[in-house]
């Protein structure tokens, strides 16, 4: 079964510029969530959704915004660029069963996308 | 105060070792632990998943969860070179809130 797939594995773009990292979930999939990792503070929640709605956003500027299309696919942008957006972007996807007896809440993540803003 | 606080390490132990992990926290809202293990540039690994107090066990894995404490931990028996990545732990509130957070990781190695 394949897993979470996220494209590109590696960017380098220039302060100012605006980017799009693509996230393909596990077939069946219906959530999909992003993550900024960085060595300074961990990984960070930047969004969550859910059937294309947006359910839970973290503390992140505006600049970062994301969407999820019918077939699940995800892409979150950036725009205007700063050198602290350097980080590790992961997707995970999830297959929400609420039964807590038998609760498969484990997200899935990608290998993520390594961004480098010069 | 940190959500959630991780002692970073790094943690080195020879291979057969006995490895203890912790993580404490705040909010009393959490209800789901996780265990997260992530090699170098992979993405995190689900381990193991616990639902409010009590111990799981999986193969040489066990993590345990104390909310009167606020306190998690998992432990690594007959641990193996393979063992060796970044741990997190990772928590969840209950209700409509599908956020994760994280520990910041704890660097193992596990020496041959």
């Known amino acids: 079964k394949a897993g979470v797939t996220q494209t590109p594995r590696y960017l380098i773009k220039t302060r100012g510029q605006q980017v799009t990292l693509s996230c393909s979930p596990i077939s069946g999939h219906r959530s999909v969530s992003w993550y900024q990792q960085t060595p300074g503070q961990g990984l960070q929640f930047l969004f969550e959704y859910f059937s294309e709605t947006q359910r839970n956003k973290g503390n992140f500027p505006g600049r970062f915004s994301g969407r999820q299309f019918s077939n699940s696919r995800s892409e979150m942008n950036v725009s205007t660029l700063e050198l602290g957006d350097s980080a590790l972007y992961l997707c995970?996807?999830?297959?929400?069963?609420?039964?807590?007896?038998?609760?498969?809440?484990?997200?899935?993540f990608g290998s993520g996308t390594r961004l480098t803003v010069v | 105060q940190k959500e959630v606080e991780q002692d970073p390490g790094p943690l080195s132990v020879p291979e057969g070792a006995i490895v203890s992990l912790n993580c404490t926290y705040s909010n009393s809202a959490f209800q789901y632990f996780m265990w997260y293990r992530q090699y170098s540039r992979k993405g995190p690994e689900l381990l193991m998943y616990t639902y409010s107090s009590g111990n799981k066990e999986d193969g040489r894995f066990t993590a345990q969860v104390d909310k009167s404490s606020k306190y998690i931990s998992l432990f690594i028996r007959d641990s193996q070179p393979s063992d060796s990545a970044t741990y997190l732990c990772a928590l969840r509130g209950g209700g409509s809130n599908y956020k994760l957070t994280f520990g910041k990781g704890t660097l193992l190695t596990v020496n041959p």
């Open positions: 995970a996807s999830s297959l929400f069963q609420l039964t807590r007896t038998e609760f498969n809440y484990g997200y899935t």
